[in-house]
């Protein structure tokens, strides 16, 4: 079974420039999540969708940030303009539901804003 | 965001001997909850879990306990091996899934 894929494995850009990356989730799985994890820190989450729809975007900074899950199926996380606190790696996630479910990881998207 | 907590940024250990990594929640209405084991420049990849009407459980060399009342949670890794050395996530889940900041095991030779 193919895991959570994800593209582009790096990415350096300049602030204030637009990045987006795009993930694949594990087929069947509903669930989808984005998740920012900064150098020292935990993954924080960014936004879960349950196919196409939100379940929690509570902590994705709505006014640089943008994420989209069109047809239930793939998922594009956009930036735009970059700030340098930016700088992490974004993590897609998926699992089969949103209730008592172990979810699983892609290798993430390191970004680099100079 | 502070819901899941883990006090302990680094843990060393000697190889044998048995690893105890600690995690708090603050939340009740967690009711699931998760472990993942990350090496560097690669995603979390999932342990073990343990649902909140279990105080227990096992895999093989890992365990996790959970005491609901203390909204605490610990993961014991008996024996550890230098194969164990990576930063362990703890997470809790609701409707949806938070994160700890992880704690750093070295397992020593």
């Known amino acids: 079974e193919a895991g959570v894929a994800q593209s582009p494995r790096y990415k350096i850009i300049e602030k204030r420039q637009s990045v987006a990356f795009w993930c694949n989730p594990i087929?069947?799985?509903?669930?989808l999540y984005w998740y920012q994890q900064i150098l020292g820190q935990g993954p924080k989450l960014l936004i879960q969708?349950?196919?196409?729809?939100?379940?929690?975007d509570s902590q994705l900074p709505k006014d640089r940030f943008s994420a989209e899950r069109l047809k239930g199926v793939d998922s594009t996380l956009k930036i735009q303009p970059a700030k340098l606190e930016d700088s992490a790696v974004y993590l897609c996630?998926?699992?089969?539901?949103?209730?008592?479910?172990?979810?699983?990881f892609g290798e993430g998207s390191w970004l680099t804003v100079v | 965001d502070q819901q899941v907590k883990q006090n302990s940024p680094s843990l060393s250990v000697q190889e044998g001997r048995i690893s105890i990594l600690n995690c708090d929640y603050t939340?009740?209405?967690?009711?699931?909850f998760l472990w993942y084991k990350k090496y560097p420049a690669e995603g979390p990849t999932f342990l073990i879990s343990i649902s909140s009407i279990k105080d227990k459980n096992e895999d093989g060399r890992f365990t996790v306990f959970l005491n609901k009342s203390a909204k605490h949670l610990s993961l014991h890794i008996v024996p550890s091996q230098p194969g164990d050395s990576a930063v362990y996530f703890c997470a809790a889940s609701a409707f949806t899934v938070r994160f700890g900041a992880g704690t750093r095991l070295t397992v020593k030779p």
């Open positions: 969708f349950q196919n196409n729809g939100v379940v929690d």
């Open positions: 087929s069947g799985h509903a669930t």
């Open positions: 996630a998926s699992s089969l539901g949103w209730v008592r479910n172990t979810i699983y």
């Open positions: 939340n009740s209405m967690f009711d699931y």
